[in-house]
C-alpha cells in the first residue's frame, strides 16, 4: 500500500479491532513520512451512523479552547481577517462562538445538521481570509484532495489533529477511536511538514502540536512560538503584551444575528 500523504510505501503496522462487534481491520505505517493509515475504510456508513460519535463528550471543552487559541492567532497573526469559514462545523457550537465575540465566521458541512449557527451557513464557490477545520483531517481516507480543495478556499487553514509522534502502544491509544471507527488518518509532524513543503505553505503549530496552521503569507515562526509554546515566566509577561498589542476592541454579532435570524423568520 502507499502512503495517502507520500505515496511511498506503507507497511502493514497493526491488525486491530474496531466497534463493540471487534470488526478487524489493518493499519499501515509509512516508511518515509511516518503517516498512518487504515486499509480502505469500508466501514465509514456504519462509523457514521452517528455523525456526531456519542463518545466525544469533549465536543464543548474542545470548542472553548480552540475558540480561544484562534482568537489569539487571528488578533495577532491574521488581524486583518474579515470573513471565515468553520468547515466540518458540526453543529456550529464554533461558529456561534466566534461570532459572538466579534468575527465574521460562517459554516460548512455535508454531513452534519447545524444546531447553533444555522442562518450563517457559507459556500463553497466563495474565498475566505482564514478557514479552520477541527477534528476533521483525521477522519479523511483522501487527505490530499481535501487539502486541495480547502486550499480553493483560504489561502490560510488552522486546523486541529493529534499527532502519532510518541505514542507507544497504537492499539490503544485513545485516539484510535476503536468504539466508533471515525479516525482513519494519523499524522505524524513529518507528514504535515511534508504537506506544507508540497503546497508551498508555512507550517506552526501549537498545544502540545494538537492545533496547527498552515498557510502562504508569511508568520514569525518566533513570536508564535513566544505566544503558545512558551510557559516560561517571563516569557508569559512577554506573551500578555503581544496579546495586548493595538487591536480594535471587536463588538459581538450576537445581537445583529438575533435581529437577522427574527427578520428571516418573519419574512419566509
Known amino acids: 500500500m502507499n502512503c495517502n500523504i507520500c505515496n511511498h510505501t506503507s507497511d502493514l503496522f497493526l491488525t486491530s479491532t474496531i466497534f463493540k462487534e471487534k470488526t478487524k481491520i489493518s493499519y499501515y505505517k509509512c516508511s518515509n513520512c511516518g503517516f498512518i493509515q487504515t486499509e480502505e475504510p469500508y466501514w465509514l456508513e456504519k462509523a457514521y451512523s452517528d455523525v456526531i460519535a456519542k463518545t466525544d463528550i469533549g465536543l464543548i471543552y474542545r470548542n472553548n479552547i480552540f475558540s480561544n487559541i484562534t482568537e489569539s492567532i487571528l488578533d495577532n497573526f491574521f488581524s486583518t481577517t474579515k470573513k471565515a469559514l468553520d468547515y466540518g462545523a458540526g453543529f456550529g457550537i464554533f461558529v456561534r462562538i466566534m461570532r459572538d465575540k466579534g468575527y465574521n465566521f460562517l459554516w460548512y458541512d455535508d454531513y452534519c445538521q447545524n444546531l447553533f449557527a444555522e442562518t450563517f451557513e457559507g459556500k463553497l464557490d466563495e474565498k475566505y481570509d482564514v478557514l479552520t477545520a477541527?477534528?476533521?483531517?483525521?477522519?479523511?481516507?483522501?487527505?490530499?484532495?481535501?487539502?486541495?480543495?480547502?486550499?480553493?478556499?483560504?489561502?490560510?487553514?488552522?486546523?486541529?489533529?493529534?499527532?502519532?509522534?510518541?505514542?507507544?502502544?497504537?492499539?490503544?491509544?485513545?485516539?484510535?477511536?476503536?468504539?466508533?471507527?471515525?479516525?482513519?488518518?494519523?499524522?505524524?509532524?513529518?507528514?504535515?511538514?511534508?504537506?506544507?513543503?508540497?503546497?508551498?505553505?508555512?507550517?506552526?503549530?501549537?498545544?502540545?502540536?494538537?492545533?496547527?496552521?498552515?498557510?502562504?503569507?508569511?508568520?514569525?515562526?518566533?513570536?508564535f512560538n513566544l505566544l503558545f509554546n512558551n510557559s516560561n515566566t517571563i516569557i508569559e509577561r512577554l506573551k500578555r503584551k503581544l496579546i495586548t498589542k493595538k487591536i480594535p476592541q471587536k463588538e459581538t454579532l450576537l445581537q445583529k444575528d438575533h435581529e437577522k435570524i427574527i427578520n428571516k423568520i418573519l419574512n419566509t
Open 134 to 223: 477541527f477534528e476533521v483531517f483525521e477522519h479523511l481516507p483522501n487527505p490530499i484532495e481535501t487539502v486541495e480543495k480547502l486550499l480553493t478556499l483560504s489561502d490560510t487553514i488552522i486546523f486541529s489533529t493529534v499527532l502519532n509522534d510518541g505514542v507507544t502502544d497504537f492499539d490503544k491509544w485513545w485516539y484510535r477511536t476503536e468504539v466508533s471507527g471515525q479516525h482513519v488518518s494519523f499524522y505524524s509532524e513529518k507528514s504535515l511538514n511534508f504537506l506544507a513543503k508540497k503546497y508551498k505553505l508555512n507550517y506552526v503549530s501549537c498545544n502540545n502540536k494538537s492545533l496547527h496552521v498552515f498557510t502562504k503569507k508569511e508568520i514569525n515562526k518566533n513570536n
